[in-house]
């Protein structure tokens, strides 16, 4: 079996005195992507802010490689090969295309390396070579999700974390989204997908966790919980 590369473990985080995750458990091995779905609510944006460090833990634990990073910040993590997109892309707007993706590689000082990374981004991305000077800002919210991913994977990812990367976007954009985490996920980078499309999630997905108030409700194969009577009447609108 494939090396767990993340796991989490009993994981609750609180804001205020209201507590959103409840003790969550789940894993991602070496190879996989893994989707967690659920709906508006449920908890999933907010462990995936506490298993990059953005948010402070109320209890368990998340481990990374076989050891805990309890504690650590997003830049500690990202050292570690453990980037994230978050919800909403974070482009710096006032940025040309390039530049955000030299921040994604500032941990790094491989020049060769780093333009050759670029190049493989704008393999991907062939939209972000046309504006590659083009303020970040002036861009489509689709073509800003391209880049949000396109600077994640200037740091070399072991683990990508997408959060939510279909949101508010056309259903063309839609399409191309996903086919870029299947190359993405194709090229060897181990992903945890975050997303309230979850037919499209789980039709990726190696495997899929459904959460709903706070907890993981459901587990199992993506075939399998696409199959399921449940999450299709909850999730599928059938």
Do not use: H
Not at 7 to 30: C, H, M, P, T, W
Not at 120 to 129: D, E, K, M
Not at 178 to 183: H, T
């Amino acid at each position: 079996m494939a090396q767990t590369l993340l796991k989490v473990s009993g994981l609750k985080v609180a804001y205020g005195g209201i507590q959103a995750v409840k003790g969550v458990d789940f894993e991602v091995r070496e190879g996989e992507l893994v989707s967690l779905i659920g709906s508006n609510g449920a908890g999933k944006t907010t462990t995936m802010k506490a298993i990059t460090g953005s948010l402070p833990l109320a209890g368990g634990d998340i481990e990374y490689l076989g050891k805990s990073i309890k504690g650590q910040g997003p830049w500690d993590l990202v050292r570690q090969g453990l980037a994230m997109v978050p919800e909403g892309r974070g482009v710096f707007t006032r940025m040309s295309i390039t530049e955000n993706l030299l921040m994604g590689a500032y941990i790094r000082s491989d020049k060769a390396g780093v333009a050759q990374d670029i190049e493989r981004v704008f393999s991907i991305f062939p939209r972000l070579r046309e504006r590659k000077d083009q303020l970040a800002g002036t861009m489509s919210g689709g073509e800003q999700q391209m880049l949000a991913m396109g600077r994640a994977l200037m740091c070399r990812p072991k683990v990508l974390l997408l959060d939510e990367p279909s949101m508010g976007l056309s259903p063309i954009m839609v399409d191309k989204i996903f086919e870029v985490v299947q190359d993405v996920y194709a090229q060897g980078v181990t992903v945890l997908l975050v997303e309230q499309n979850a037919s499209r999630a789980l039709a990726l997905a190696n495997r899929g966790y459904v959460m709903e108030s706070g907890l993981v409700s459901m587990s199992g194969s993506g075939k399998d919980l696409l199959a399921d009577p449940k999450v299709r009447a909850a999730y599928l609108g059938e």
